[in-house]
């Protein structure tokens, strides 16, 4: 099989390789899959970079990168069912506490960690389900019941943002979204009733006066440590603040008293860490969006995978309106 993989930090272009490895055989409980297309997240690049708080050196002596893939099941081991051979599946968790992962024609893995993928949803759409979909399912979703309540989705253009967005919608919520100025459209067209720019100095007033002065029943947070301050503002008492990202401000300072008279509730999600049975409850959410034509996954753009530092690249730039892939049938 090809495969990119690094032995090393350092700049994509500098430390990703194309390398030639025996196919894989599946274990008891495995399968392996040909992948159609790899999904590259900011934790990929990140990873790859080296840029994790206190990580000095790759946890493995070669990394394939990558956790989000879609393709073809083409080998089951012992213990899996064999109906399974043949079956279009998207990927979770490909390169968590892994070697190998999806930046690759193959990747073998257990068998739980591949899930069916609808026949009307492309692979490229499926690459995008397993760190981007799930978060964003389950920021929105993660309480329950969104039906009647107001969400406030801050980065609401971003990847993981414009599918909350999105979702939010589809599950009967009224939604608030902030983005830069340049970036609005992309989430009305997400369907936010209402979209606000983030670098605003009164923005929590802006932000209640849109929503007739009640506050938010939920609010998913990309940049947590720079935005708790008008979250703290926002938050109706007894919700929640769903945190996945705080990537600008890791180690934020924030006022206790706001959110103690809210009983307000932090969430902090790690999708690779999520219990099976939210996870469970989140791919049947995500599937059933897809399958009302109420989830729209954009691209922003696609590479071979001889191409893949470009990929990395993309993502390091920021600014995108769609996921990064690589195309291993390009």
């Not at 992962?101 to 492309?122: K, N, R």
């Not at 893949?308 to 993309?314: G, I, L, Q, W």
Request: glycine share 10%.
């Amino acid at each position: 099989m090809q495969a990119m993989s690094y032995t090393r930090f350092g700049a994509a272009a500098d430390v990703l390789e194309m390398i030639t490895l025996s196919t894989p055989t599946p274990k008891p409980g495995e399968v392996l899959v040909e992948l159609a297309v790899s999904g590259v997240n900011p934790s990929d690049v990140k990873a790859r970079s080296g840029s994790r708080p206190g990580v000095t050196k790759p946890a493995f002596d070669r990394i394939i990168p990558h956790s989000d893939g879609a393709g073809t099941i083409v080998a089951v081991g012992d213990g899996v069912a064999s109906d399974r051979l043949g079956t279009r599946v998207w990927i979770w968790n490909g390169q968590w506490q892994r070697a190998f992962g999806t930046a690759a024609t193959h990747i073998c893995l257990p068998a739980d960690q591949t899930v069916a993928l609808p026949e009307s949803v492309s692979f490229e759409t499926g690459a995008s389900l397993g760190i981007p979909g799930l978060t964003a399912c389950h920021a929105v979703f993660g309480g329950g019941d969104i039906r009647g309540q107001t969400l406030l989705v801050q980065g609401g253009a971003g990847t993981v943002g414009l599918l909350a967005v999105q979702l939010a919608k589809w599950g009967g919520a009224k939604v608030l979204a902030t983005t830069s100025k340049g970036r609005m459209a992309a989430a009305r067209a997400a369907g936010a009733d209402v979209v606000l720019d983030y670098t605003t100095a009164d923005l929590p007033a802006q932000i209640l006066a849109a929503n007739d002065g009640k506050f938010m029943d939920r609010i998913v947070e990309v940049e947590f440590g720079l935005n708790i301050a008008t979250d703290a503002e926002v938050i109706a008492p007894n919700g929640t603040i769903a945190a996945y990202g705080s990537a600008q401000s890791m180690t934020p300072a924030l006022n206790f008293g706001p959110l103690l008279f809210k009983a307000a509730t932090i969430d902090i999600l790690l999708i690779y860490l999520l219990p099976k049975l939210q996870r469970d409850a989140a791919i049947t959410r995500l599937h059933d969006a897809l399958g009302q034509d109420a989830l729209n996954c954009p691209v922003e753009a696609s590479y071979p995978l001889e191409h893949c530092a470009k990929a990395h690249e993309a993502v390091e730039a920021a600014g995108r309106d769609g996921a990064i892939l690589v195309n291993m049938q390009a």
